[in-house]
């Protein structure tokens, strides 16, 4: 049984509400915005690509990685108290600082972090 519904991806920007409307566009799909955080869905709401914006946002030096690409993986789940021990039977770690109630840290097993949240 999948722990979870489905990911959605954060992209770090320097302006979430101009970067989500970029993609709505490109993409067809809504554009929902806030102060400093953006989503775009398609019709049917089934996906989420989530824009956050970042005071001093450095762009991406592609292919270098003397500036490394910005995104951060949320993952979707019905109930975060009961993702939270399955994730962490996989090999995840939560993270110390949690800075939100809808959404957990956790580090994956290379480090790098992601969120549950409730969609």
Not at 44 to 56: H, L, P, R, T
Request: net charge negative; glycine share 6%.
């Amino acid at each position: 049984m999948a722990i979870a519904k489905y990911p959605s991806f954060v992209l770090d920007c320097p302006d979430a509400a101009g970067l989500a409307q970029f993609y709505g566009e490109l993409l067809g799909w809504k554009v929902k915005s806030d102060e400093g955080w953006a989503d775009i869905r398609p019709e049917d709401g089934s996906n989420c690509i989530s824009f956050q914006q970042v005071k001093d946002f450095k762009a991406p030096s592609w292919p270098s990685q003397d500036v490394p690409q910005q995104l951060h993986l949320d993952v979707m789940v019905e109930d975060l108290d009961a993702a939270e021990p399955a994730v962490l039977e996989l090999g995840a770690t939560k993270a110390e600082h949690q800075p939100g109630t809808t959404f957990r840290v956790f580090l994956d097993p290379a480090g790098h972090p992601f969120c549950l949240c409730v969609d």
